[in-house]
């Protein structure tokens, strides 16, 4: 499944998804008591109160759709889609986990099936960052621990919502730091740098670079771990901006601060080569400064070390 948002109009695809869940709500109940006329009228009541009572806010019924047996994956997508694309308010987030929603993205993540869990996590991502209450209704739910386990998974949506779910779940909250931690959260989170996807090694690094520049103990529990070792081996002369190489000296900025750096004396004396490069390169100069600045933090770590 791709992660990226529908292009369709919202509205328009809740109310005709909220009309098919009525319509099939009738015709599976219909189907599992044909010589009976019982139904489940309230059910069928509350969806076509529903839809006439429709407005602007329409998290309720992107809930109902998501919890409709009878609507289709594609359906249920359409209602993710909506729900991101309005998430990261933060007071609609909260009034989202107060109505039951949170605990349906939490189905759909624990699931192993790939078509509404990518999106799933990417919502909880939007939805924790820099909200205490999400943050804390989530720690509680345990679903660190999961996440922690998807961040690198074959699927690159999943392992990249993970990670970016990882971070908006630790990030100034330190309980989900701390179980992040004790779930070898980083050992995970450096074997990611070794995917083959360029979009999870990027949010890899850049949460490195993150964690890195927070504590000396979390910078050196990263280091233990052979992350330097890794993203020197990325490291590459270029002549305009590289989101990889941004990421990349991002990271080794944060973690040269340490003096276990852990690196072999051939990998040192070819990063210096290459970030001096980076340095005197005046075409990269003119498109992102800011990596030459990172190139030479890093040489002058490494030289002082």
């Given at each position: ?118 999106q799933s996590i990417y919502i909880v991502a939007e939805m924790a960052q ?162 030459s600045n990172f190139s030479q933090n ?8």
């Amino acid at each position: 499944m791709n992660s990226k948002r529908s292009s369709a109009k919202p509205k328009q695809n809740l109310e005709a998804l909220l009309r098919l869940a009525v319509e099939h709500s009738g015709k599976d109940e219909e189907a599992q008591n044909t010589n009976s006329n019982q139904t489940d009228e309230k059910r069928i009541d509350f969806l076509q109160s529903a839809l006439r009572a429709m407005t602007g806010d329409d998290f309720e019924t992107a809930l109902l759709i998501l919890r409709t047996d009878s609507t289709t994956i594609e359906q249920k997508i359409d209602s993710l889609d909506l729900i991101r694309d309005k998430i990261d308010d933060i007071d609609l987030a909260n009034s989202f986990v107060k109505i039951g929603g949170a605990a349906e993205l939490l189905r759909y993540i624990r699931t192993r099936d790939n078509n509404l869990r990518p999106q799933s996590i990417y919502i909880v991502a939007e939805m924790a960052q820099n909200n205490e209450f999400c943050q804390n209704y989530f720690y509680n739910e345990h679903i660190i621990p999961v996440l922690t386990s998807t961040m690198n998974d074959a699927d690159e949506d999943v392992a990249r919502g993970s990670i970016f779910a990882i971070s908006s779940l630790i990030q100034n909250f330190p309980p989900g730091l701390k179980e992040f931690l004790s779930t070898k959260g980083i050992q995970t989170l450096v074997s990611c740098l070794n995917s083959t996807h360029k979009s999870v090694y990027i949010k890899a690094a850049f949460l490195i670079g993150s964690l890195a520049s927070r504590e000396n103990s979390i910078r050196d529990h990263i280091n233990k771990q052979n992350a330097v070792s890794i993203l020197l081996n990325n490291l590459e002369n270029k002549n305009e901006y590289d989101d990889k190489l941004e990421a990349t000296l991002r990271a080794l900025s944060a973690l040269s601060v340490s003096c276990k750096w852990s690196s072999t004396r051939d990998q040192n004396a070819n990063a210096e080569i290459i970030l001096k490069q980076i340095i005197n390169n005046k075409a990269l100069l003119d498109t992102c400064e800011e990596m030459s600045n990172f190139s030479q933090n890093i040489l002058k770590n490494m030289t002082t070390k």
